[in-house]
């Protein structure tokens, strides 16, 4: 079955670290988006990227840095800069430019801050 | 900058009840507006899209409505059953925004047996 796969479930991370998440997708889908849901919050957009080697910041890139050197994965590094890094980051994936198909999300990475 | 609320931000009914979430957008350039459930700790399931150019879709016990001129969309669901619990979410894609979605802040829905 097709699908989008983020690992690992839970992260922990220590001050001064970077962690990175993994995001992967068998879709075939150009465009894929990382999003960072607080409690009780609706999403909000990190980084996304419509195609391989291209990328864009979205509403809250700051302490965060994303790679995309092939169309099946967009890895996300929080970087020692978050100072606030504790959420729940999920990853999704779209047909480029096709507004009348839904994003399809993976299951979410917790990250939390020892 | 585009703003989506949702109202209630959480609702509680017996099981049986119709019941009726709202959504309202700042920003009525859009490309579609989109509901998703969420179960608590898990990712996002897409339940309804519309398009800016209809006016509705329905799927089982599902309606969704979109007046795009006054910004509010409306997620209907009939006859709700304990299996309905979970968060409930709707976000727009702007026409300038290259297929992002903004999103509201959710409605916690619980239905009692």
């Known amino acids: 079955d097709g699908g989008i796969t983020q690992s690992p479930k839970y992260l922990f991370r220590k001050e001064g670290q970077n962690v990175t998440l993994s995001c992967e997708q068998n879709?075939?889908?150009?465009?894929m988006y990382w999003y960072r849901q607080d409690p009780g919050q609706g999403l909000r957009l990190i980084y996304y990227?419509?195609?391989?080697?291209?990328?864009q910041k979205g509403d809250i890139a700051e302490g965060y840095s994303v790679s995309r050197e092939k169309k099946e994965s967009f890895p996300l590094t929080v970087t020692s800069a978050q100072k606030n890094p504790t959420a729940f980051y999920l990853c999704?994936?779209?047909?480029?430019?096709?507004?009348?198909?839904?994003?399809?999300f993976g299951d979410g990475t917790r990250l939390s801050i020892l | 900058k585009q703003e989506v609320t949702q109202i209630p931000a959480a609702l509680s009914v017996p099981e049986g009840e119709n019941l009726v979430l709202n959504c309202s957008f700042t920003?009525?350039?859009?490309?579609?507006l989109q509901w998703f459930r969420q179960d608590p700790g898990k990712g996002l399931t897409s339940l309804l899209l519309?398009?800016?150019?209809?006016r509705e879709q329905t799927s089982g016990r599902l309606n969704a409505s979109l007046d795009k001129s006054s910004g509010r969309s409306t997620l209907y669901i009939a006859a709700s059953q304990p299996g309905d619990s979970a968060t409930y979410l709707c976000?727009?894609?702007?026409?300038?925004?290259?297929?992002?979605?903004?999103f509201g802040g959710g409605t916690r829905l619980m239905v009692k047996p």
């Open positions: 999704a994936s779209s047909i480029a430019g096709a507004t009348h198909r839904p994003q399809h």
């Open positions: 879709l075939n889908h150009d465009a």
């Open positions: 990227s419509q195609i391989v080697n291209d990328f």
């Open positions: 920003d009525s350039a859009i490309y579609n």
């Open positions: 519309i398009q800016s150019s209809q």
């Open positions: 976000a727009v894609i702007n026409n300038n925004a290259g297929n992002m979605l903004t």
